[in-house]
């Protein structure tokens, strides 16, 4: 909690928040330094949140989602953290009612969780018997 509590105190400084445009029909005009974009109410967590291992996980799971989005680590939490299956396709099945692009998508389990090795690097792991040392990730 101490250190879930740290992010969200460093998120919570005004001093980071993005600022307002001075005129929002001419952003090149600037920033107005005295006015934020936005104002985040962010408390911390107490006790309550973190009663139990399943809760405190729970919460370190929804923190690292806000704090890292866009910055490409969800992916690998999610197949860490053995959920990438279950959240996945609930968002293609959720995402592909409104939006083509992902519409019959899919995360398989046991081959979506890795990429496949390129060919020409398996070709190149040969042994003494000229047998190549790389095999390829399983459904590729």
């Known amino acids: 909690m101490q250190y879930v509590n740290r992010v969200r105190e460093s998120a919570s400084n005004p001093q980071g928040f993005s600022k307002k445009y001075v005129d929002d029909n001419s952003p090149l005009t600037g920033f107005d330094q005295a006015k934020n974009a936005a104002n985040y109410i962010?408390?911390?967590?107490?006790?309550?949140?973190?009663?139990?291992?399943?809760?405190?996980?729970?919460?370190?799971?929804?923190?690292?989602?806000?704090?890292?989005?866009?910055?490409?680590?969800?992916?690998?939490?999610?197949?860490?953290?053995?959920?990438?299956?279950?959240?996945?396709?609930?968002?293609?099945?959720?995402?592909?009612?409104?939006?083509?692009?992902?519409?019959?998508?899919?995360?398989?389990s046991g081959k979506s969780e890795y990429y496949p090795i390129p060919q020409a690097q398996i070709d190149l792991s040969l042994n003494n018997s000229g047998e190549p040392t790389l095999t390829q990730n399983p459904g590729y």
């Open 42 to 108: 962010i408390g911390m967590y107490t006790t309550s949140e973190f009663f139990s291992k399943e809760s405190a996980l729970e919460s370190i799971h929804y923190e690292r989602k806000l704090e890292l989005a866009m910055e490409g680590h969800r992916f690998f939490d999610l197949v860490r953290w053995g959920i990438a299956e279950k959240t996945l396709n609930d968002y293609f099945q959720y995402q592909g009612q409104l939006t083509t692009d992902v519409r019959g998508g899919k995360f398989i």
